[in-house]
């Protein structure tokens, strides 16, 4: 619990540290740097940590390795955010000097509460990673098989997160949010007709690309429909948001997993993806100039 609470705390601002340093033309690129270096974190440290425990130490000595990166990661987050202060603060002057005293970058761009609602409506009936594990159980993938189909997934995500950066600053966050959402829903009717475990290996690794596509777009958008002067909160409404509809969408997608079938759940899961398309693309598109 702890942990998770930690996560809650630290995710926002983290995200507002990398919008602040990374210029608008490469945020795209800056958030997929952080979600592909996340994505291997979530390979590598299991791995390690199996490693440490066979080579005979106990488990409550691994938590203390553990202990040490992420005591160097504070030191350089605490080092980021003092250079990264310096350099805000000579960027809002020469914003001061040049910019039109009509630029609201004070205040959240009108269309942002509706942003964040189109977000949680795509949550809200996502599969959740648990479910499609165990869709890929039910077409054959062996339990033991279950941790090496984790970790190639998060190498897909992880090999996935750049070019989905670049993409998002090349095409626009809100164009690049919408191909990963339908390449969602694709692999969602994929998944739903996959009928052998080879299949389900390969709809289930594919599902990597979607965040690629969806991660840096989702966060590029909050962060430039947000205002520079309230990220913090503009991300805190985000993350907080998305965690709200989790749990209540996690509960109807397995209600519906297991009262309905996979089938069903899978192609609801689909359809629902395709409205939170048909939103983004009606939904505060007036607001999208210098996001």
């Given at each position: ?115 964040v609602i189109v977000l949680a ?142 089938g069903l759940a899978l192609e ?24």
């Amino acid at each position: 619990a702890v942990d998770r609470l930690g996560k809650g705390v630290r995710t926002a601002p983290r995200d507002v540290m990398i919008a602040d340093v990374a210029a608008a033309e490469v945020r795209g690129r800056a958030f997929g740097v952080h979600r592909g270096a996340d994505h291997v974190g979530a390979i590598v440290g299991p791995l390690l940590a199996t490693a440490l425990l066979a080579g005979g130490l106990a488990v409550r000595q691994v938590f203390w390795v553990a202990a040490v990166p992420g005591a160097f990661a504070v030191l350089l987050a605490w080092l980021a955010v003092r250079s990264a202060a310096r350099g805000q603060g000579q960027a809002d002057a020469r914003a001061a000097s040049s910019a039109a005293p009509d630029v609201p970058v004070e205040h959240p761009a009108p269309g942002f509460l509706s942003l964040v609602i189109v977000l949680a409506v795509a949550a809200l009936l996502r599969a959740p990673e648990t479910l499609l594990i165990l869709r890929a159980q039910d077409l054959g993938v062996a339990v033991s098989a279950v941790p090496l189909l984790w970790a190639a997934l998060h190498v897909v995500r992880s090999l996935a997160s750049y070019p989905g950066g670049v993409l998002t600053d090349r095409w626009g966050p809100r164009r690049t949010l919408a191909v990963g959402w339908l390449v969602y829903a694709a692999l969602a009717v994929a998944f739903a007709a996959a009928a052998t475990a080879a299949q389900a290996w390969a709809v289930f690794l594919t599902f990597g690309l979607v965040a690629g596509l969806t991660e840096s777009p989702e966060r590029k958008l909050i962060a430039g429909y947000a205002g520079s002067a309230r990220r913090g909160r503009g991300f805190g409404w985000y993350h907080g948001t998305l965690s709200v509809v989790a749990l209540p969408g996690a509960a109807l997608f397995g209600w519906l997993y297991q009262t309905k079938g996979a089938g069903l759940a899978l192609e609801a899961s689909a359809a629902a993806t395709l409205l939170a398309v048909i939103l983004l693309a009606i939904v505060g598109r007036s607001s999208d100039q210098g996001v």
